[in-house]
């Protein structure tokens, strides 16, 4: 029991992070923060629509018990990526930040989907 509540508080955690990440990427030139941040990776200006679109599509991923792990292995894949263009353009800090958001999904794999009989 113990565990499904934890699972379900970890996915709602993801998929409100997937969906408010994924909206701001998409609007970001309404948060210049996130463009600076983008252009700091290394993240031309076309690629970013394309990243908005995969992190939309890991949050519903997430929602659907048949796709859920297909979703974590996604949204784990894309920490990692953000991970290592933070490392090549010397931003440790930021690729430190990102650790608990790494160990995130890979714990609900762990777990599994909270639903689930």
Request: cysteine-free; hydrophobic content about 60%.
């Given at each position: 029991?113990?565990?499904?509540?934890?699972?379900?508080?970890?996915?709602?955690?993801?998929?409100?992070?997937?969906?408010?990440?994924?909206?701001?990427?998409?609007?970001?030139?309404?948060?210049?923060?996130?463009?600076?941040?983008?252009?700091?990776?290394?993240?031309?200006?076309?690629?970013?629509?394309?990243?908005?679109?995969?992190?939309?599509?890991?949050?519903?991923?997430?929602?659907?018990?048949?796709?859920?792990?297909?979703?974590?292995?996604?949204?784990?894949?894309?920490?990692?990526?953000?991970?290592?263009?933070?490392?090549?353009?010397?931003?440790?800090?930021?690729?430190?930040?990102?650790?608990?958001?790494?160990?995130?999904p890979l714990?609900?794999?762990?777990?599994?989907?909270?639903?689930?009989?």
């Amino acid at each position: 029991m113990i565990k499904s509540i934890i699972s379900l508080v970890l996915l709602a955690v993801s998929v409100f992070l997937a969906f408010k990440h994924g909206w701001d990427t998409f609007n970001y030139k309404k948060h210049p923060e996130s463009l600076k941040m983008m252009n700091d990776l290394g993240i031309p200006e076309p690629m970013i629509p394309i990243f908005a679109g995969l992190t939309l599509l890991i949050g519903v991923l997430l929602l659907i018990p048949k796709t859920f792990f297909a979703g974590n292995v996604l949204n784990a894949i894309s920490i990692l990526i953000i991970m290592a263009l933070a490392m090549r353009t010397g931003n440790f800090k930021m690729a430190l930040m990102e650790i608990p958001f790494l160990i995130m999904p890979l714990v609900l794999i762990w777990l599994k989907y909270p639903f689930k009989n």
